[in-house]
């Protein structure tokens, strides 16, 4: 568990590539402060992983504690935030800025806002939008994952 953390960055400095946090079985972090995701030049491919084991007491949870946070930048690409079964991204919203930012949901609670200039995909294990008691809205648009190639 990680409590109060205060600026919590991933993959935040320039040219930092393929940075990664996972928040899983059982894992909570709480953070309060800025939280960008990869958001300088060159500060590419950067993610975070919150999920869980759905039904069997071990979800993982990453309360932004009313804060933002903020996937890329300006000249950073390919940055994102994978909410899976189990995983809870509560308390805060979501900035996409860089060029193929994005929040991948599969089956996963996202609680909250998104917004700015990326996509939020939706995957087959669904998602739970749960605002609370908090306003909440997406600005960009849901969209499904493709399907997989036939086997031939």
């Not at 040219?15 to 953070?31: A, E, L, R, W």
């Not at 994005?102 to 998602?127: D, F, K, P």
């Amino acid at each position: 568990m990680v409590t109060n953390a205060n600026n919590f960055y991933v993959g935040a400095g320039t040219n930092n590539v393929g940075n990664y946090m996972v928040i899983t079985n059982g894992g909570q972090v709480f953070s309060k402060g800025a939280t960008p995701i990869g958001n300088l030049a060159g500060a590419n491919s950067n993610w975070v992983y919150v999920g869980g084991s759905p039904g069997v007491g071990t979800n993982a949870t990453w309360n932004l504690g009313g804060s933002s946070l903020t996937l890329g930048g300006a000249a950073s690409t390919g940055n994102y935030v994978m909410v899976a079964g189990g995983g809870i991204l509560t308390n805060g919203s979501v900035t996409m800025l860089g060029v193929g930012s994005r929040v991948n949901v599969n089956g996963g609670t996202l609680g909250g806002g998104v917004a700015g200039t990326g996509t939020v995909y939706v995957a087959n294990g669904g998602m739970n939008f749960n605002a609370g008691a908090s306003n909440a809205a997406l600005a960009v648009p849901l969209v499904e994952d493709p399907p997989a190639p036939a086997a031939g």
